[in-house]
């Protein structure tokens, strides 16, 4: 089964400072899609970017980014010139591209992001 | 402006009374998702739903049951609460198919006492 991991319980960056969050998961499968999720205190989880795992491209929304390594299986999510707004809690998701399941996520147990003026 | 709304934020039930949580999106979703999220444990899936009448089992489904009689709405339903149900629920819907993004709700925090 497939698992998604995020080893980084709470992170803390300043502001306007860049921080990177991580996640690894675990899975056989060769196509796949990957999400990053922030949930705001107290406000409704959105999407923050997500990854399909065929492109070798990183995807890149703004001041997000990833660094998705396939052969390494891991998917980092780094904010650049983080702001009092980008704190939350961040969730990694994965997707598969193929079986019966009509677009389950499995996510991550999340990163809390604190950000400090 | 893409819209999923909960019926309650706050719930507060007594062991053993039966429990409805309400979920509506207003974008003509055909999937639409309950997941329980709490602190450490991150969201896990209680049920899903594809269509209307139709329904699968997530990872946690055991003391949840869920209907889906139109296609807007997606009511979960915890037969008899229990203290080990309190926690946040959080709805979820999307397009059909596996590229489109899940739009949450705000929440519902259950407490059973």
């Known amino acids: 089964a497939q698992t998604v991991t995020q080893s980084q319980p709470e992170m803390s960056v300043q502001e306007a400072e860049t921080v990177t969050l991580s996640c690894t998961y675990d899975?056989?499968?060769?196509?796949?899609?990957l999400f990053w999720y922030k949930q705001p205190p107290s406000r409704q989880m959105i999407l923050v970017i997500r990854?399909?795992?065929?492109?070798?491209q990183n995807a890149t929304e703004n001041r997000f980014s990833v660094n998705f390594q396939k052969a390494a299986k891991s998917f980092s999510l780094k904010i650049s010139d983080s702001q009092l707004g980008d704190a939350a809690m961040y969730f990694c998701a994965y997707r598969e591209y193929y079986g019966g399941s009509q677009g389950n996520l499995i996510f991550g147990k999340g990163t809390k992001l604190s950000v400090k003026p | 402006d893409v819209k999923v709304t909960q019926s309650s934020r706050y719930l507060v039930k007594r062991t053993g009374e039966k429990v409805f949580l309400e979920c509506v999106q207003d974008m003509d979703h055909e999937n639409m998702f309950w997941y329980r999220q709490d602190p450490g444990l991150g969201l896990r899936l209680i049920y899903f739903?594809?269509?209307?009448?139709?329904?699968e089992k997530g990872d946690i489904p055991e003391g949840y049951s869920v209907s889906r009689e139109k296609k807007e709405r997606f009511s979960l339903i915890l037969e008899s609460a229990s203290t080990n149900q309190t926690s946040m629920y959080l709805c979820a819907s999307s397009l059909g198919g596996r590229l489109y993004e899940q739009f949450f709700g705000p929440g519902t925090r259950l407490t059973v006492l």
């Open positions: 990854q399909e795992a065929y492109k070798q």
């Open positions: 899975t056989s499968e060769s196509d796949y899609y």
């Open positions: 739903s594809y269509d209307v009448k139709m329904k």
